[in-house]
């Protein structure tokens, strides 16, 4: 359920990580979405998923995106440039599925989220980021869904891998293994990942260059 990705390739990502990345702009709004020019890689996930930590993670800084002790603080679509010449940009999506938000901000994210996906050409891929301890849950079905209708390809990444033991981190692989291969615009192998292990991290970024390639 997981790539076997060659040490070539793994260590193509790593250099490409190392690199230089840069914070680009924050979008609320289509009308203000950078310039269509470089291959885009998005970041979508439940506001307590640890986005923004698998970010800095992915990219070896600290604080590259932003983290908030509030779900839900990333209201806007965030772009971020990889590489010198610019290689490709990482976008960090609005959090969604957090109760305490103002209906009308839901709505918002919701709305700007759909239109991102469903127009944005030089979107390669989406990354759907799904907490291990707790699987596929409705509020995520909703985001898949919609990736499929707008027909985007998108792969599930399992966030927090370490808090739950092996054999039941095995079992919530192959249940969401099983719901992707349902889905027509999901990458069939799942990828479990940790930012305090670093379990899955190094594959991670070779999955996001491979979408380019």
């Given amino acids: 359920m997981t790539d076997p990705f060659d040490e070539v390739a793994l260590e193509a990502a790593r250099k490409l990580f190392a690199g230089p990345i840069s914070f680009l702009k924050s979008s609320p709004t289509l009308a203000h979405l950078p310039d269509p020019d470089a291959p885009e890689v998005a970041f979508a996930g439940r506001s307590n998923v640890g986005k923004s930590s698998l970010l800095n ?5 600290n604080g590259l995106a ?3 002790n509030t779900p839900g603080r990333t209201q806007e679509l965030n772009f971020f440039d990889v590489g010198t010449p610019l290689k490709l940009r990482l976008v960090d999506m609005p959090g969604y599925g957090f109760a305490k938000a103002p209906k009308d901000v839901v709505k918002k994210w919701r709305f700007l ?6 127009g944005r050409q030089v979107l390669k891929r989406t990354l759907v980021l799904i907490d291990a301890r707790h699987g596929i849950k409705d509020v995520d079905t909703e985001i898949l869904d919609m990736l499929d209708k707008a027909a985007v390809s998108y792969r599930i990444i399992l966030t927090k891998a370490d808090k739950i033991k092996p054999t039941e981190l095995a079992a919530v692989m192959e249940q969401t293994a099983t719901a992707a291969r349902k889905r027509p615009a999901a990458h069939p192998d799942i990828l479990a990942t940790s930012i305090d292990t670093g379990l899955g991290i190094a594959e991670l970024r070779a999955a996001v260059i491979e979408t380019i390639d």
């Fill in 66 to 68: 932003r983290t908030s």
């Fill in 57 to 61: 993670a992915l990219t070896g800084r």
């Fill in 113 to 118: 989220i759909n239109d991102f996906l469903r």
